[in-house]
């Protein structure tokens, strides 16, 4: 493959990835191993595994190993890159709009269609990764038990993968082993070239004094290190910082960047780069603004790349020992559960305006019922039609329902 059909492939997805990982490993899977196939279901979901026990966005990493898997490190920088483009760029305009004007409810209006839309795309992904993934009944039970750990009693989402790779391990009968040489001579110029790179920003804003934005940089580089189970898992940890510790937004402010970042294509950690951006500005204008916002994406996506290039190599090895097999393959039955709450929890944000959680012992989404989105309803019964019955493809019913937010938002 060459690098222009990567570029062609992974800039539609990178385009199209609205809606947070579940929609996005849901558009991965139709793109890359169902209308195309480029990689098997097999690869695709030990992928996926992998990805799923590392910090940062596993869909964003899912691609870059996507990339690397069908045209080595060029392909991987390709599909990584493009995969947070369109919607860095998008942040980039959305901040400085939000900076210049305020809060942008036209905005907000057309990508509630689009909401609407990914709530469809996401059903249709969860039915097919149910099929395909759970063949045993143990597998069944710990999608479960995983869903359940995570919508019922919030418990830590790496403790979860955790539970189920042992579980995985301990379980496996086959003590068969086929010995190959562990290739961690190609995870090292991965490991030293990325962290050189990684760092380098952080050394220049050091030596030039740049305090503002070693200090953006660092606290995004700490985040990035800890985003396990996704930028849902951690935003309650930048929220209280940048408020609270740092007093850089206020809350309401956090609340305007979550929703923003939510309406845009790729990771929903790039608010990141929002956030970034907003600080910048109030220090020290437009230009500090784009220097912070550029930090911000740098430090959070850099060890993405250095994740996937230095382990990546590693996932055939792996896999030849079959606890480890075991253990990834009920990782991936875990994974079921997981983008079952993260969808849950997606499809509630976006049916009501205002949603919290039960006070314990069970942690238990509370929507408040008198803030029912209408809306919301209707578009997604029109995505249902589009999707479902009239069998339109993603960019052309995204783009309707764009539109069609637009119109009943002014209409209601």
């Known amino acids: 493959m060459t690098n222009q059909d990567m570029v062609w492939i992974f800039g539609r997805i990178g385009c199209l990835s609205f809606g947070g990982p579940a929609a996005q490993i849901a558009l991965m899977q139709k793109e890359l191993v169902d209308d195309r196939p480029l990689l098997s279901q097999a690869d695709f979901l030990k992928a996926l595994s992998f990805c799923m026990m590392l910090p940062g966005p596993e869909a964003m990493q899912l691609a870059t190993y996507a990339g690397w898997k069908l045209n080595g490190l060029s392909g991987g920088l390709i599909a990584g890159g493009l995969f947070i483009l369109p919607g860095t760029l998008l942040i980039g305009v959305l901040a400085f709009t939000y900076a210049t004007f305020g809060a942008l409810p036209l905005v907000q209006a057309a990508f509630l269609g689009i909401k609407a839309a990914v709530i469809i795309i996401v059903v249709q992904a969860i039915m097919k990764l149910f099929s395909r993934t759970l063949q045993r009944t143990d597998h069944y039970i710990i999608a479960v038990l995983a869903f359940t750990a995570l919508f019922l009693f919030n418990i830590p989402f790496p403790a979860v993968i955790l539970l189920a790779a042992s579980y995985g391990a301990w379980a496996c009968s086959d003590h068969s082993t086929v010995k190959t040489i562990l290739p961690w001579q190609q995870s090292i110029a991965p490991t030293v070239v990325g962290g050189i790179l990684w760092v380098t920003p952080l050394v220049l804003a050091w030596i030039t004094g740049a305090t503002f934005l070693l200090t953006i940089g660092l606290f995004f580089s700490k985040l990035a290190l800890v985003t396990f189970g ?27 960047a979550l929703g923003l970042a939510e309406t845009t294509p790729g990771p929903l950690i790039l608010i990141t780069a929002f956030v970034a951006m907003l600080v910048g500005t109030a220090e020290g204008g437009w230009t500090v603004s784009l220097l912070a916002g550029l930090m911000a994406v740098w430090v959070t996506f850099v060890p993405c790349f250095i994740w996937i290039f230095a382990g990546a190599p590693l996932i055939d090895w792996l896999d030849g020992y079959p606890r480890i097999r075991a253990g990834l393959a009920t990782i991936t039955a875990a994974v079921v559960g997981v983008i079952a709450n993260l969808s849950l929890w997606f499809v509630a944000h976006i049916m009501f305006t205002e949603v919290g959680t039960t006070n314990g012992p069970l ?49 209601t």
């Open 230 to 256: 996704g930028a849902y898992a951690v935003l309650a940890y930048m929220t209280q910082t940048v408020v609270t510790d740092y007093g850089w937004l206020t809350t309401s402010q956090m609340v305007d």
């Open 363 to 411: 942690f238990i989404i509370a929507p408040v019922w008198s803030s029912f989105n209408t809306s919301a309803a209707l578009l997604t019964l029109l995505a249902a039609a589009l999707l479902l019955w009239r069998k339109w493809g993603i960019t052309q019913t995204l783009a309707v329902m764009a539109v069609s937010g637009l119109v009943i938002v002014q209409l």
